[in-house]
């Protein structure tokens, strides 16, 4: 049971603070989205996702907004914003970035002007300077996550890495390893080659973020159960299930040991440690494509990126819906697993969060959602309430 949700707004050019009454009094809706990958099935590994928000104010008179906000001007500052939701007397930061852009709705009859702004989380800050050719030599790949993240210290950036199992490290007097891009271009670079992804995860307080660099993990404690057509249980507005296994392949890779003339094909599975399988009927990938751009990676590189790759295409089945926060009782959060429940045989069961948006007006809070999993059927008996 929900109590009441409270929303707190802090803007700032690097340490925001809490708005006036009056800025929080003109807002009148809030959308934020945070997500893992975007939806893409033309990469052989999805995109990265960045966080985003949308804030809609009404312009009255004299308001602060235009003193708070760059509306005016030629070059805007780097405008950050914090939005912290709190249920229950527990503190949720959704949303850590900068402000990108902004549009003014003119009034219309009884209709106040609009003023809404866009943003972006802090990678914001991460693409701004490209860094083409800053050396690393003798630098690990986890050691180069670890210096780019530093400068970003300032943000209340806190580094959370994964390093890769087998990572080599080049002999300086043979190649010394440059940076190409941005620092955000080249995370993500780094992260790719590897089958890993990256993103910024805000809070817990507010004023600070992970930067998580590693494995997408698909472990953990599910949160409490969607329930769909279950009466006074029933928490979800709407939920639909999707099955499509047109695109579901398994990657091949070729090797072609000392001791053997030609070359072996090696199928690289879809489930691992890390990502293990939440359904007890999983379908048969008929498309086997060899595995493309690790020609430059070592072995273990190849296998991390494959097994990424096959993980992603085997994920065959979707599911999206809306929830109502006051009766779902918290935040439905992205990037981790959840149960569902009264959705038939096939589709209870464990899924994995992928993307969640906040929808929040006066009196109002919904959450749409996307979730996926690489088959039918429940690998658990019950899911958690």
């Not at 190849?302 to 992603?312: E, N, T």
């Amino acid at each position: 049971m929900v109590n009441g949700v409270y929303l707190s707004l802090l803007a700032g050019p690097v340490k925001p603070l809490p708005v006036p009454s009056s800025v929080i009094n003109s807002l009148t809706s809030v959308r934020v989205t945070n997500a893992s990958t975007e939806d893409s099935r033309k990469d052989e590994l999805p995109r990265f996702a960045r966080s985003g928000f949308e804030l809609e104010f009404q312009l009255t008179r004299n308001s602060p907004l235009e003193a708070l906000f760059p509306l005016t001007g030629s070059v805007p500052p780097l405008v950050r914003i914090i939005l912290v939701v709190t249920i229950n007397g527990r503190q949720q930061v959704i949303i850590d970035g900068f402000i990108q852009k902004h549009k003014i709705t003119p009034g219309t009859g009884t209709n106040p002007p609009k003023l809404t702004l866009y943003g972006k989380d802090l990678t914001v800050a991460m693409d701004l300077v490209d860094y083409s050719g800053l050396p690393y030599p003798a630098v690990p790949v986890a050691g180069r996550v670890a210096l780019m993240l530093t400068k970003y210290a300032v943000l209340g950036v806190i580094p959370k890495i994964i390093p890769p199992v087998f990572d080599e490290v080049s002999d300086p007097s043979e190649k010394i390893l440059s940076q190409k891009g941005t620092d955000y271009t080249y995370l993500s670079t780094l992260a790719r080659d590897r089958g890993y992804v990256f993103y910024i995860e805000p809070g817990p307080s507010p004023g600070t973020s992970q930067a998580y660099w590693g494995p997408e993990i698909k472990i953990g404690t599910p949160q409490p159960a969607l329930n769909l057509d279950m009466d006074t249980f029933t928490n979800v507005n709407s939920l639909s299930f999707d099955f499509d296994n047109e695109h579901n392949k398994t990657p091949v890779m070729w090797i072609r040991p000392d001791e053997i003339p030609v070359p072996i094909p090696i199928p690289i599975p879809d489930i691992n440690l890390l990502n293990p399988t939440l359904a007890n009927i999983s379908p048969t990938a008929f498309r086997k494509e060899p595995l493309s751009n690790v020609a430059r990676m070592s072995f273990p590189q190849a296998m991390q990126y494959g097994l990424a790759r096959s993980s992603a295409a085997a994920e065959c089945v979707t599911a999206e819906g809306v929830l109502n926060v006051a009766r779902y009782g918290r935040l439905l959060k992205a990037r981790q697993l959840v149960g569902v429940r009264g959705a038939g045989k096939a589709f209870d069961g464990l899924y994995y969060v992928k993307s969640v948006t906040h929808e929040i007006k006066r009196g109002e809070y919904l959450q749409s959602f996307k979730l996926s999993r690489n088959g039918l059927v429940s690998t658990v008996s019950r899911v958690p309430v």
